[in-house]
């Protein structure tokens, strides 16, 4: 009940595609989902997260959608480019809680000139 | 305004040697987390602590793992007689509260032990 099921594993889009990668989750006390961003060798940093309460949430290119009833939320990145080529990580956590996450396995994304 | 900082970036380890990892929360920050990245793998939550004390060590694994974060100096994460499944890059993150939304926390750029 705690795990975060992400997929695909890997993806690969031409530039300006659009990327989804997907995740879902069984504990319905998680009301907080960040989506973080990890280059190789490099420390995860926080791209862009929601709350259950919206459905949908914009920064940039990035768009993060969430379906409550479904407990599956989504990344979708915007008119991809070469430098977005990273791992992407969703997770899950409890707001009123201390910051212990809980991440799906990760994505990672290649996106070709 | 230095991030999370996490030494050694790079460790090479005999099985049944001794490991020590360390990490400087950001300035300010009293609370630390360290996650472990298995090849492949999502962060798995390891340990929270705070100054001088451990609050959720639910994540450690029960034999030769040790963490502590004490009152001056930096977060220590302890592996001792490590084997090769113990090779793993270790994160460490921080924040400057106990509780948060998750964007309270920022990561170090980790520490890759690797066991030969």
């Known amino acids: 009940q705690q795990q975060v099921k992400q997929s695909p594993q890997s993806l690969i889009v031409q530039k300006g595609g659009i990327p989804i990668i997907n995740c879902a989750?069984?504990?319905?006390?998680?009301?907080?989902?960040?989506w973080y961003q990890q280059f190789p060798g490099k420390g995860p940093a926080l791209?862009?997260?929601?709350?259950?309460?919206?459905?949908?949430?914009?920064?940039g290119r990035f768009t993060i959608s969430f379906n409550k009833s479904a407990k599956q939320f989504s990344l979708h990145i915007m008119d991809s480019q070469p430098g977005d080529s990273a791992t992407y990580f969703c997770a899950a956590t409890f707001s009123g809680g201390y910051n212990k996450l809980i991440f799906g396995a990760g994505t990672r994304l290649a996106v070709h000139p | 305004n230095a991030g999370v900082m996490q030494n050694p970036r790079h460790l090479v380890r005999r099985r049944g040697q001794e490991a020590r990892l360390r990490c400087s929360p950001m300035k300010g920050h009293s609370h630390v987390y360290w996650y472990r990245q298995l090849p492949e793998e999502g962060l798995k939550f390891m340990v929270y602590l705070q100054k001088e004390n451990i609050i959720d060590e639910s994540g450690m694994p029960k034999e030769r793992f040790s963490a502590e974060f004490p009152k001056e100096g930096p977060s220590i994460?302890?592996?001792?007689?490590?084997?090769?499944g113990d090779s793993a890059a270790y994160f460490c993150a921080s924040s400057p509260y106990g509780t948060g939304n998750g964007n309270t926390i920022y990561f170090g750029e980790g520490s890759w032990l690797t066991v030969v």
């Open chain 1, 25 to 34: 989750y069984e504990n319905t006390a998680f009301d907080y989902f960040p």
């Open chain 2, 77 to 84: 994460l302890r592996i001792q007689q490590v084997v090769r």
């Open chain 1, 47 to 59: 791209l862009i997260a929601i709350r259950p309460d919206v459905s949908e949430k914009k920064e």
